[in-house]
C-alpha cells in the first residue's frame, strides 16, 4: 500500500505545524499489527507528518515485510524507540527474540531512518521478581547489552523502573509470579551504576517520568526540529493526557488498547487484566 490518501485532518489543527505520528505508545504495531500500522498511516500521508515515531521491541517486519518498508520509506523522518530490556525469550517477555537477536538487527535499522541519532534505546522496564523460587532481574543485563550496542553509535538510553500497578500484580498473580519492587535507595545506586557504565560507551542516561529523577521526552518537538532533513519546525507545546512527570511534547498517537499486544510481556502496563 502506498501511503498517499488524503490527510483526515487540516493544517491548522496544529498550527499550521505538521504532526508528530507516534506508532504507537499503547502497542506494538510494527511487530503485531504492521497492516493496520499502514492502513492507518493512509490519513497521514508523508508529505502532512513532520516525524513518524515507531515504538517496538521486535523491528524485523519493518526491514522485511515489503509492504511496510515501502510505507515507511516515503517519510522524510523516522524516530525509533526500540526496547531491549534483556528478557526476550523469558517468561516475562515470551514472544520477543532473545537480545542478542535483536541487537543484530540495529545496523538495518540505523541504515534505515538514517543513523542512531534517531534511535534511541529503551532500557525500560528495569525488573525483578520471584518466578518457581528463583530471582529473574535485568539490571545485571545492562553493561553486556551496553556493550553490544557501542559500535552502532546509539547516544541515548532511557528507562525507568516497573511499577505496582494493581493490575501488573493482579496478573503476575495469576501466573504465580512475584513482583519484587526496588528500594527509592536501591534505585539511585542503581542509577548510578548504569550512568558510569553508559558513559563508559559514550551513551547518555534518561529516566522516564520516575520521581526524583530528571524528566525526558520520549516525543520532543524541539529535538525533531533540530534532525529533520528539512529544517521543519513541529510542536513544542506539552503533550495533554500523560503521566504527571512525563515531559513529551504534542503528537497523535494512532494505536489503541484494544489492539492487544501479542508480545506477551507479564508487566506490560497497557495490557487488560483477564478474566
Known amino acids: 500500500m502506498a501511503c498517499t490518501q488524503k490527510p483526515l485532518f487540516e493544517a491548522h489543527d ?3 505545524l505538521l504532526p508528530v505520528i507516534s506508532a504507537s505508545r499503547r502497542t506494538d504495531l510494527v511487530s503485531c499489527y504492521p497492516d493496520y500500522l499502514i492502513d492507518k498511516l493512509q490519513a497521514y500521508p508523508p508529505d502532512r507528518v513532520h516525524t513518524l515515531v515507531l515504538w517496538t521491541k521486535n523491528p524485523y517486519k519493518m526491514l522485511s515485510y515489503e ?3 515501502t510505507c515507511l520509506q516515503q517519510y522524510r523522518q523516522l524516530y525509533v524507540h526500540l526496547t531491549i530490556t534483556g528478557l526476550g525469550g523469558t517468561f516475562l517477555e515470551p514472544n520477543i527474540p532473545p537480545w542478542r537477536e535483536v541487537v543484530a538487527m540495529v545496523p538495518q535499522v540505523l541504515n534505515k531512518i538514517g543513523g542512531p541519532r534517531r534511535l534511541v534505546w ?3 522496564p528495569i525488573i525483578r521478581v520471584e518466578y518457581n523460587g528463583r ?5 545485571s543485563l545492562f553493561e553486556d547489552m551496553a556493550r553490544a550496542l557501542n559500535p552502532c553509535g546509539i547516544a541515548v538510553c532511557r528507562t525507568s523502573w516497573v511499577e505496582p500497578y494493581r493490575k501488573v500484580v493482579r496478573r503476575m498473580d495469576k501466573k504465580a509470579v512475584r513482583l519484587v ?7 539511585r545506586e542503581q542509577a548510578a551504576r548504569l550512568e558510569k557504565v553508559a558513559a563508559a560507551v559514550n551513551m547518555q542516561m534518561q529516566y ?3 520521581e526524583g529523577f530528571s ?6 518537538g524541539k529535538f525533531f526540529a533540530g534532525l529533520h532533513p528539512d529544517g521543519a519546525v513541529c510542536s513544542a507545546r506539552g503533550a495533554r493526557g500523560q503521566r504527571k512527570l512525563c515531559g513529551c511534547t504534542e503528537s497523535i498517537d494512532i494505536g489503541w488498547y484494544s489492539l492487544k499486544c501479542t508480545n506477551g510481556c507479564l508487566y506490560c502496563y497497557a495490557e487488560p487484566v483477564e478474566d
Open 14 to 16: 496544529t498550527g499550521e
Open 122 to 124: 529503551r532500557f525500560d
Open 67 to 69: 509492504p511496510l518498508c
Open 181 to 187: 519492587p526496588f528500594s527509592p535507595e536501591e534505585r
Open 135 to 139: 530471582e529473574t532481574e535485568n539490571f
Open 215 to 220: 524528566r525526558s521526552r520520549c516525543i520532543d
Open 208 to 210: 522516564c517520568s520516575v
